[in-house]
């Protein structure tokens, strides 16, 4: 419990950091360089702005944080585990995302070690900047998403940018970086959900080719799979090879 605090509390400072970095980087001027103070003139509505946006980053947060992280792998190869399964909810939605949390907890626990001692610790004893411990935090995150990202995908997303004076991985930013991530991870995990669905698969053959010979052609092949389907998966311990596998894609 201690660690998966840490991680939460490296993340909120993430956030917190990219939020004020992105209105300290803003246009928007300081409260009262727009306005001024003058009789009949409109008051200053700048500060509200800011508080606009900050919310507005605030709320997207959760959804940035899962994007650059091996969640999205994670939850989209248990959820073709349970189709391929059969099953309609069973396992839950609530315990698929949150296993699915928690393993990415696991995955990104040396990632979210690195940012506190090299970025969060000197932050708080203000023995750096705030720029200097965004810059920090950012620098983990991104050799996570490198080592995951095809250069095809990376490629694809510095074409449409029309960047073409990159000499080195430190010279593609975050809004490059992370599109490529995404859809890498995507192409990953229905790799993994291809590969998952084949044994199924020829279970539902088999099944459907013995009901077909025996003339059973009213009784739905689903019903007779399903319990083989399921023995398989316990007889081969299907979670721990699941878990296995999708723990060590990310080493």
Do not use: C
Not at 27 to 42: K, M
Not at 59 to 88: D, E, H
Not at 196 to 218: E, Q
């Amino acid at each position: 419990m201690k660690r998966i605090a840490k991680i939460l509390t490296v993340a909120l400072i993430i956030v917190f950091l990219t939020a004020h970095t992105v209105l300290a980087q803003s246009e928007i001027p300081i409260f009262g360089e727009i306005f001024s103070a003058e009789e009949g003139q409109p008051t200053n509505y700048v500060f509200s702005l800011r508080v606009l946006i900050l919310l507005t980053i605030l709320t997207l947060a959760p959804s940035i944080l899962i994007m650059m992280t091996s969640f999205t792998r994670i939850i989209i190869v248990l959820s073709f585990i349970r189709n391929a399964l059969g099953l309609q909810q069973t396992p839950p939605n609530q315990v698929i995302i949150g296993l699915a949390l928690f393993l990415t907890f696991f995955i990104m626990a040396p990632v979210g070690t690195q940012i506190n001692e090299e970025a969060i610790q000197p932050f708080i004893r203000e023995e750096i900047s705030q720029d200097l411990a965004y810059e920090r935090a950012m620098a983990p995150i991104r050799e996570f998403m490198f080592r995951q990202t095809r250069d095809k995908d990376l490629g694809l997303f510095l074409n449409m940018s029309k960047m073409e004076d990159v000499n080195n991985l430190d010279d593609i930013p975050n809004h490059v970086l992370i599109p490529a991530f995404i859809i890498s991870e995507l192409k990953t995990a229905f790799q993994i959900g291809f590969v998952i669905y084949i044994p199924f698969l020829v279970i539902d053959m088999i099944v459907s080719s013995t009901l077909m010979s025996m003339g059973m052609m009213m009784l739905p092949p689903v019903i007779i799979s399903l319990p083989f389907k399921i023995l398989l998966f316990i007889l081969v311990d299907g979670w721990n090879l699941i878990v296995k596998s999708v723990v060590l894609g990310f080493k």
